[in-house]
């Protein structure tokens, strides 16, 4: 068995959450970034096992989603961000860490429990590996997580003109270094 760490300033974790509802077209669709979590790899063979852990107080929004996928990174002003940013830690994920456990038989699956300061869920996510030229392996995936399942409560707008939908969209892209002895 041996244990490797993953290169947290190489990794990156995104969260997309989309608006709906009658006026959802005036709402922002956000891209989240997960700064500062921490985690290891466990390998024994072809099994395998990570935990991640995300605080929830350096969960950032980066910008606005535009229809074509692109970031506007100046649709947002300043306090509104910074307004976005107390919801989620005050109303929407009311606690410290957000933990991701993992665990696969195999490098292209995982299974993993997501459990959140008021809630959990299962799921399964397939992964892309490759061997990078610097060494470590590139760990890439995606998957949708339900709020609701999370304990996050229904998000609304002002006048419930719209809310946040139900499923966040969530890409991971991890180097995992070699073998740290």
Do not use: Y
Not at 32 to 59: H, K, N, Q, Y
Not at 91 to 100: D, F, P, Y
């Amino acid at each position: 068995m041996s244990n490797r760490a993953i290169d947290v300033s190489a990794s990156r974790v995104i969260l997309r959450t989309r608006a709906t509802g009658l006026l959802a077209r005036f709402a922002h669709d956000l891209e989240i970034v997960a700064e500062g979590f921490e985690g290891t790899v466990e390998v024994d063979g072809d099994r395998w096992s990570t935990e991640l852990t995300f605080p929830v107080r350096r969960l950032r929004v980066i910008g606005s989603l535009k229809k074509n996928g692109k970031i506007d990174f100046g649709a947002i002003s300043t306090s509104d961000l910074a307004e976005i940013e107390r919801k989620i830690r005050d109303e929407c994920l009311r606690g410290s860490n957000v933990r991701v456990t993992a665990e696969g038989t195999s490098p292209s699956r995982a299974q993993l429990q997501v459990i959140a300061p008021e809630g959990r869920q299962h799921v399964s996510c397939p992964l892309r590996v490759s061997e990078r030229a610097k060494g470590g392996h590139q760990v890439t995936g995606e998957v949708r997580l339900s709020l609701s399942a999370l304990g996050v409560p229904e998000i609304k707008g002002p006048l419930k003109a719209f809310k946040v939908f139900d499923e966040v969209e969530v890409e991971v892209d991890f180097v995992v270094k070699e073998d740290a002895g």
